[in-house]
């Protein structure tokens, strides 16, 4: 295998065998129709109802699936009773069926080999394929320890691995769902109230007053059951105060949006502060009896006043007034959200402090309306030997970041880069459902890195961009097709859903427990998988926790009462928050002891130069990531992403809508594909925005190749926070080009 000069291979090249399977989605939704349920609900047949839960997102929303006799799945369908999705799923759970559908899938395991000194792709079988990986695992550990071996990972499939590669004697383990997205916010409400926020996040927004959203854009972000209560607070007339740089969808259905100048947001909240506790606002008998530090925080924000933070957020000094009055108003069932992807500027901790501070002033943690005491149930471990200890771990990779609760992607794919310096080699690499070169920041870095490891491997169930970096690439079957772990979230009340398959796995397709259990019986670690079929495990954990699989199957979603108390704090009891002081920390010792601000202060970022705009990115309500963008019936829906630009910027740079342009960062990246343009009051004139996930560079994703820009590519600068390793990324910077850079002239 060659290990030099790791080529990207686009599959495209490739006839990838297989046989085509009839699709029953596609007919039924037809092209261009929308997914609403009414539509799905016409179809009436003699249907098998499947327990599963999805993985369209991370929301893991219980569903039923319903297939025909011939095995087709022909819809699915929310789970009455579930806590995640109250019975309706979203546009793209609904549209899941099109990952199960989707003729690009993987099909068959491949390996790299090199033909007439061209790299390419060829297909094997899975028993030369895992024999292949079984080798290197061996081949790993004993030249370098089987630390050297990263598993880089999102969703299901990663908690296989995970199981795997710590058997193996490797706890160098990340994922960007941390340090690309909420591991500040975790952090910093950590320092607070020592507790994560967690997920899904226990605001309790159907009985809220007032919902404060800093960037947080719930509705266009359709984490289910938070959309479902914002709506029904809307209803109830909750003030919703919207903070963010663009006309989000939450923003035009709120009584306040406040159109913040990027980057400033600690200013604005500072500022709140001042406000709350100069007019007396706070809530004295909460702050009294279950926070410390009120006296450093009063002194702290005595400066930081509305006028002062007007000079930095543009919010005008009497509307920050209106809305730190409105929000004490509805006190305590007020929710200053945590957000939840906010690896925005590096100091983005110090940001997630300054909310967690304003939810204690206020007194909304642990009250109705606020955020409630949220419980799960744990799910029995299924037996199996000690993990052995590993000599280094994620936790050495992220030594420099003290407040680091999980692995960093990006310090993890630096240990790869070989140096004097790096005590951490990684050699290898196994990436499982995340498409690290749409996730990651820095393709250089990441590119670097790769071409470093001497073997990479891929699972996933689509030619990702990220398989075309891999020495091998496995298709694993869809959630629709496969077991997986018992679902146990937070939640009011604790509840369990499981995952069943509908329908039997496409093509030469796999799950990744089989995955998982086949590599580890090749090295030696069969006792660590004492099963033949993951079903073993999930009925062994079930029968512990008091039902069985059978019973699962019926209903999908079982509910147990809560054993930790209740869910609010009590009038008048004393409550021990986790913390070092068992107070609520608005002054953080802990900080302060590791060198950092106890709290929160504004500091100035980057602003763009002349002729540049801040590249500002988010999600569609019809996708997810770049997961979701070659699934037949959600590019029905939406097909590409669109470049927001403000009627003054259109002006000087003479735009029109629907014109293709192409983007160049501050680092001089120029965009591969080109993006249709947008221009729109919703975006003020210092940004432009888009959707993240486009911009797909490999052909075999017929759908969703080159349709628009993929936001990753520009950001080549980061902003690392330095408490926990976040890598913040809105401080790129993009110019607008309206001729084909790529061009090359014809003559
Ligand atoms: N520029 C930029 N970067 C970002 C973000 C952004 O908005 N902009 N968002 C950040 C955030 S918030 C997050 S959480 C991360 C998410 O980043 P990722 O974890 O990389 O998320 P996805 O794009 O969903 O990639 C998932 C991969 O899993 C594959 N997949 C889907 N289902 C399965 C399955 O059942 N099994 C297997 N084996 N594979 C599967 C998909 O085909 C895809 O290749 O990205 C972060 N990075
Ligand atoms: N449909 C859909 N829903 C999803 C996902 C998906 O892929 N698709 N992904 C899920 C995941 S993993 C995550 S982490 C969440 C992420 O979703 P959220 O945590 O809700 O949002 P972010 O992506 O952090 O923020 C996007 C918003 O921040 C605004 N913004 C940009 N800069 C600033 C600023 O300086 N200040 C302020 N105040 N606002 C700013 C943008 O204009 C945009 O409206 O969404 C989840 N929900
Ligand atoms: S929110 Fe939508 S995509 Fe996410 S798990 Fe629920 S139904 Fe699936
Ligand atoms: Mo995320």
């Not at 003020?684 to 486009?694: A, E, I, N, P, T």
Request: proline share 5%.
């Amino acid at each position: 295998m060659t290990t030099s000069r790791r080529k990207f291979i686009k599959i495209s090249g490739l006839g990838l065998g297989g046989v085509f399977a009839s699709t029953s989605a596609l007919n039924l939704f037809g092209n261009n129709s929308p997914l609403t349920e009414k539509t799905v609900q016409k179809i009436t047949k003699n249907l098998k109802k499947t327990a599963t839960y999805c993985e369209v997102c991370f929301w893991k929303c219980a569903a039923w699936a319903h297939s025909d006799e011939q095995g087709n799945i022909q819809k699915i369908i929310g789970n009455e009773t579930d806590p995640h999705c109250y019975g309706r799923l979203c546009p793209r759970g609904t549209g899941g069926v099109g990952m199960y559908s989707d003729e690009d899938r993987l099909k068959t395991p491949l390996i790299r080999t090199t033909i007439d000194g061209e790299e390419t792709f060829r297909e094997a079988s899975w028993d030369e394929a895992l024999d292949l990986i079984a080798s290197k695992f061996k081949d790993i550990k004993e030249k370098h320890g089987a630390e050297s071996f990263a598993l880089l990972k999102h969703g299901s499939p990663g908690k296989h691995l995970e199981h795997l590669f710590k058997a193996y004697g490797s706890d160098t383990i990340a994922e960007p769902a941390y340090a690309q997205c909420r591991g500040a916010r975790e952090a910093g409400f950590n320092a607070t109230f020592g507790s994560w926020v967690g997920s899904p996040e226990p605001t309790d927004i159907r009985d809220t007053k007032c919902l404060v959203l800093i960037g947080s854009h719930i509705g266009e972000n359709m984490h289910n059951s938070q959309v479902q209560e914002m709506s029904d607070a809307i209803d109830n007339n909750a003030t919703i105060i919207t903070v963010d740089p663009r006309l989000s969808t939450a923003a035009s259905k709120s009584q306040y949006w406040l159109a913040i100048k990027p980057a400033t947001d600690i200013a604005l909240m500072l500022a709140w502060m001042h406000v709350i506790i100069k007019e007396d606002l706070y809530d004295k008998n909460y702050v009294k009896r279950y926070t410390t530090g009120f006296d450093e925080l009063k002194e702290h924000v005595q400066n930081f006043t509305p006028e002062w933070a007007y000079g930095i957020t543009t919010i005008k000094p009497e509307e920050i007034i209106k809305t730190a009055r409105e929000m004490a108003h509805a006190a305590p069932a007020v929710i200053i959200h945590p957000g939840r992807h906010v690896s925005w500027y590096g100091d983005d901790t110090q940001r997630a402090r300054a909310m967690a501070i304003l939810n204690g002033l206020l007194g909304s943690w642990g009250r109705r309306g606020g955020f409630y005491f949220k419980e799960k149930i744990s799910v029995p471990k299924y037996p199996h030997p000690k993990y052995p200890h590993p000599k280094w771990d994620w936790t050495d990779v992220g030594e420099k970041f003290p407040l680091a609760q999980m692995g960093i992607t990006t310090e993890v794919i630096k240990c790869a880069i070989p140096s004097k310096d790096n005590k951490y080699p990684v050699k290898a690499m196994m990436v499982a459902g995340t498409n690290i070169t749409k996730s990651i920041p820095d393709k250089k870095l990441l590119e670097e890195a790769i071409d470093e490891l001497e073997f990479m491997v891929v699972l996933d169930t689509m030619p990702m961009d990220v398989t075309g970096y891999a020495d091998v690439v496995l298709p694993e079957c869809t959630y629709l097709e496969r077991y997986d772990g018992i679902r146990s979230a937070t939640n009011r009340t604790p509840s369990i859903a499981v995952r069943i398959p509908a329908v039997k796995p496409k093509y030469d397709s796999k799950p990744g427990w089989w995955v998982a259990k086949q590599i580890g019986e090749r090295i030696g670690l069969g006792d660590f998988f004492k099963y033949d079929d993951y079903k073993e495990v999930i009925e062994w954990q079930l029968e512990k926790m008091g039902t069985s699989l059978e019973e699962m199957e019926k209903i999908g979603v079982k509910h147990y009462p809560r054993k930790s108390g209740p869910m609010y704090l009590v009038e008048g009891e004393h409550h021990e928050f986790p913390t070092d002081s068992g107070k609520i920390e608005l002054y953080s010792k802990e900080l302060k002891n590791l060198g950092f601000d106890a709290m929160p202060l504004y500091t100035k970022h980057p602003e763009p130069p002349q002729g540049f705009y801040r590249l500002n990115y988010g999600r569609s309500p019809m996708h997810t990531f770049s997961r979701t963008a070659n699934n037949p019936n959600l590019n029905a829906l939406k097909s590409e992403n669109n470049l927001w630009v403000n009627p003054k910027v259109a002006r000087i740079i003479g735009l029109k809508t629907g014109q293709s342009v192409w983007l160049r960062n501050q680092d001089k990246i120029t965009s591969t594909f080109s993006i249709k343009v947008r221009v729109t009051e919703r975006i003020r004139w210092d940004s432009v925005y888009m959707v993240h996930g486009f911009g797909h560079d490999n052909k075999k994703l017929s759908r969703a190749f080159g349709k628009g820009i993929n936001d990753t590519q520009m950001v080549t600068k980061t902003m690392v926070d330095p408490i926990m390793g976040g890598t913040g990324m809105r401080g790129n910077f993009v110019e607008i080009i309206t001729e084909d850079p790529h061009k090359t002239e014809v003559i």
